[in-house]
Structures are given as structure tokens and as C-alpha cells.
């Protein structure tokens, strides 16, 4: 084969070989919103629950309060490894066996501008802060990890703790809550499921936690 022709066929390879590594599916989804400048990061294959499926499912809650902050939420996602888990499940305490994640940001309410604490951000989900006291008990309750975060747009707390409720399985929260330089929202990544499944999962489900990031408007 002639020298030239032989370049020109080398040379084609190698870009056939670069169009199908530019089109490689990336590792990763990066949820977000841009507007708030909040996103983080998950491996690729998460099953989303949409902000939609989740307005509805919390429109449907009978506590004090639940309507007014429901219209207060700028945006909200849920995603798991488990195909089965609907926006019911993300929004519901029980253990799930499957990890879920839940982002949420929503503007604070006038009667919570002056009143938002490091102790309040922990009781977003539960009442981590009683539990922690012994003024409020929940079975085998116990925190292995509380401290400050701080992002460009806003600063709160990262927990991670366990307990259980009447099913008498271990659940583990893993916890980020943070309020806005303005204090006019709030910011919050929930990554939960049973402590079995956590502990197995546990280096990812860090990366996760650990990639939540609040830039700000």
C-alpha cells in the first residue's frame, strides 16, 4: 500500500476512534438549578421522581403548615437506585431498602425569616436536636457525624445519624441543611435508606453528599 494512503487510512481511524469516545454516555447527571445555583452529583442509572410527582404527593398532607411551605418551594427533586420508589416513598419516613436522595430549596416564610438556628436546620426531617437531649427518646437513636458546612451562597450543617421507628429497622439520614447568606431560603440534600444498605454504599453515598453545592443567585 502506498505510503500516503496508508497515512490517510491511519489518520481516519484515529477519528472515527475520537467521534465514539466524544459520544462515551458521561459517568455521571448533574441535577441542578441553575437559576439558585445549586446542583450536585450522581452516577449515572439513578431513577428521577420528579418536582410534579412530588408537589402532588405533598399536596395531599393534612399537617399544620405542610400547604404553606409546599407553595413556598423553589425546586425539589428525588432520585434512588430502585425503579419502584415513587414520589410517596421519597416523601414517607419508612426504612427504604434502596438509596434515596432529596433535594429541596424553598424560600422561608415571614415567621421564620428571624428564627432559623443551626438546631432548627437539623429538625428539618426529624427531631434530631430532642433526640440528641433525651427530651424526646426514638429507639437506638445515634449521630456519627455533625458539622458546619459552608458554601459560596449559603452555610448550616452536615449530619448523619441513625435511628429507628416502629419497624424496628435501622435507617440512616445523611443530612445536609444550609440557609442562604440573605436568610431567605433554605437548602437541603437528604440521602437515606437502612443502615445496611447505607453502610454498603457508603463511599458513593458520600461523594454525593459531599458534591452539594450552593452558589447562590
Known amino acids: 500500500m502506498h505510503k500516503r494512503s496508508l497515512l490517510f487510512r491511519v489518520i481516519a481511524l484515529a477519528t472515527i476512534s475520537l467521534l465514539f469516545t466524544g459520544c462515551a454516555k458521561p459517568?455521571?447527571?448533574?441535577?441542578?438549578?441553575k437559576k439558585e445555583g445549586v446542583f450536585f452529583a450522581?452516577?449515572?442509572g439513578w431513577q428521577k421522581i420528579s418536582q410534579k410527582a412530588l408537589s402532588a404527593q405533598e399536596a395531599t398532607s393534612?399537617?399544620?403548615g405542610a400547604a404553606e411551605r409546599a407553595a413556598s418551594v423553589i425546586w425539589q427533586e428525588a432520585y434512588s437506585t430502585s425503579s419502584l420508589y415513587d414520589a410517596k416513598t421519597v416523601l414517607s419516613l419508612k426504612t427504604p431498602e434502596a438509596p434515596i436522595v432529596y433535594v429541596r430549596v424553598r424560600s422561608l416564610l415571614g415567621d421564620e425569616i428571624n428564627s432559623v438556628s443551626y438546631n432548627s436546620l437539623r429538625d428539618l426531617i426529624v427531631p434530631v436536636t430532642a433526640w440528641a437531649n433525651g427530651t424526646n427518646q426514638a429507639p437506638h437513636f445515634e449521630i456519627s457525624n455533625d458539622e458546619e458546612r459552608v458554601e459560596k451562597g449559603a452555610r448550616g450543617v452536615h449530619s448523619v445519624f441513625q435511628f429507628s421507628q416502629g419497624d424496628g429497622v435501622l435507617?440512616?439520614?445523611?443530612?445536609?441543611?444550609?440557609l442562604s447568606n440573605d436568610h431567605s431560603k433554605i437548602y437541603i440534600l437528604l440521602i437515606r435508606c437502612s443502615t445496611t444498605c447505607y453502610d454498603k454504599q457508603r463511599t458513593a453515598l458520600e461523594k454525593i453528599a459531599a458534591s452539594f453545592t450552593v452558589r447562590g443567585k
Not at 459517568?27 to 438549578?33: A, G, H, T, V
Open 171 to 178: 435507617q440512616t439520614f445523611d443530612q445536609t441543611a444550609l
Open 62 to 64: 393534612q399537617v399544620s
Open 27 to 33: 459517568s455521571k447527571i448533574y441535577p441542578s438549578d
Open 42 to 44: 450522581l452516577p449515572q
